[in-house]
């Protein structure tokens, strides 16, 4: 069984920078790709980002890309995301997921992922 983590969400002024952590433990092969996800008020969780097992391949979601970055660690079973340049839009709970599925070196839907972490709140004032 594998068990996420999430650590680093806060307040923050618009224009300002947070760094989210996700520690996983467990099976490493449930954890061969790594994902972000937020959820705001009243809307659906969405993707934010995800990264390949050996952290050389990511994807983000447009309303993100250039100015948050994903990484992962040497164990890979951390995974971060540097967000920069922060918006109100980005409002929201941000969960790290895990999945064991290797058919592609990224995953954007939200059901390939078996794991999830409890979530931490990021709040950035206008």
């Known amino acids: 069984q594998v068990q996420l983590v999430e650590s680093g969400g806060g307040l923050v002024q618009a224009g300002g920078s947070l760094r989210l952590s996700c520690v996983g433990s467990?099976?490493?092969?449930?954890?061969?790709?790594m994902g972000w996800f937020r959820q705001a008020p009243g809307k659906e969780r969405e993707f934010v980002a995800s990264?390949?097992?050996?952290?050389?391949?990511?994807d983000y979601a447009d309303s993100v890309k250039g100015r948050f970055t994903i990484s992962r660690d040497t164990t890979k079973t951390t995974v971060f995301l540097q967000m920069n340049s922060l918006i109100s839009e980005d409002t929201a709970v941000y969960y790290c997921?895990?999945?064991?599925?290797?058919?592609?070196?990224?995953?954007?839907?939200?059901?390939?992922?078996?794991?999830w972490g409890q979530g931490t709140q990021v709040t950035v004032s206008s």
């Open positions: 997921a895990a999945s064991p599925l290797s058919l592609s070196p990224t995953l954007r839907e939200p059901r390939g992922y078996d794991h």
């Open positions: 990264t390949s097992w050996s952290g050389s391949i990511s």
């Open positions: 467990g099976r490493t092969k449930d954890m061969t790709v």
